[in-house]
């Protein structure tokens, strides 16, 4: 079984910064694929940022150029770096955790979420 804690989020201004973190534990972290999701209030959830094992990132066209995602393995860790923060960045920001190998059902993880706010 796996854990994930995130941690970092807040309350901060238009043009603030906040970074996540999402521990994971067990011994599969180096091996899947993390990503952080955010949920608005009233909106379905939706990808914000991904990592693969190799290190290969895509993100939301909406935080491109604004967030970075990496991955330190050591600490079976993902971060998640937000810069210029927008009000419409506003919700609870979900670690996930994908670890599939082919001929075997895929484990997916979720963490419990960290409310991000950010004040116009």
């Known amino acids: 079984q796996v854990q994930l804690v995130e941690s970092g989020g807040g309350l901060v201004q238009a043009g603030g910064s906040l970074r996540l973190s999402c521990a994971a534990s067990?011994?599969?972290?180096?091996?899947?694929?993390m990503g952080w999701y955010r949920q608005a209030p009233g909106k379905q959830r939706e990808l914000v940022a991904a990592?693969?094992?190799?290190?290969?990132?895509n993100y939301a066209d909406s935080v491109k150029g604004r967030f970075t995602i990496s991955r330190d393995n050591a600490k079976n860790t993902v971060y998640l770096q937000m810069t210029s923060l927008k009000p419409e960045d506003t919700a609870v920001y979900y670690c996930?955790?994908?670890?599939?190998?082919?001929?075997?059902?895929?484990?997916?993880?979720w963490g419990q979420g960290t409310q991000v706010t950010v004040s116009s």
């Open positions: 996930k955790l994908d670890y599939t190998r082919r001929y075997y059902e895929p484990r997916i993880y």
């Open positions: 990592i693969t094992t190799g290190g290969t990132t």
């Open positions: 067990g011994s599969i972290f180096s091996l899947s694929v």
